[in-house]
């Protein structure tokens, strides 16, 4: 049996926050959100094709692991 433990999460209460911090926490979570997202998309399409070829490159094959190939927002 396999057992996963989160890390307890700090509570914050973003009413008692001031502005600025939350804007600033807001953002982060919303882009730490996203880059999840991507990376969710990128693993989904990857299973779904035998080779991935960027400009004549093959970072991906089947049966070999990923490389060359770096994605930044």
């Given amino acids: 049996m396999v057992t996963l433990h989160?890390?307890?999460a700090k509570q914050l209460d973003l009413l008692k926050m001031p502005n600025p911090?939350?804007?600033q926490l807001i953002k982060k979570i919303k882009e730490n959100l996203?880059?999840?997202?991507?990376?969710?998309?990128?693993?989904?399409?990857l299973l779904e094709v035998e080779s991935l070829t960027i400009n004549g490159n093959i970072?991906?094959?089947g049966d070999?692991?990923?490389?060359?190939?770096?994605?930044?927002?």
Avoid: N
Wanted: charged content about 40%; hydrophobic content about 30%; aromatic content about 10%.
């Fill in 6 to 8: 989160k890390k307890k």
């Fill in 21 to 23: 911090e939350r804007i």
């Fill in 34 to 45: 996203r880059r999840k997202i991507t990376e969710t998309k990128l693993w989904q399409s």
């Fill in 59 to 61: 970072v991906y094959r």
């Fill in 64 to 73: 070999q692991p990923l490389s060359g190939l770096f994605l930044e927002r």
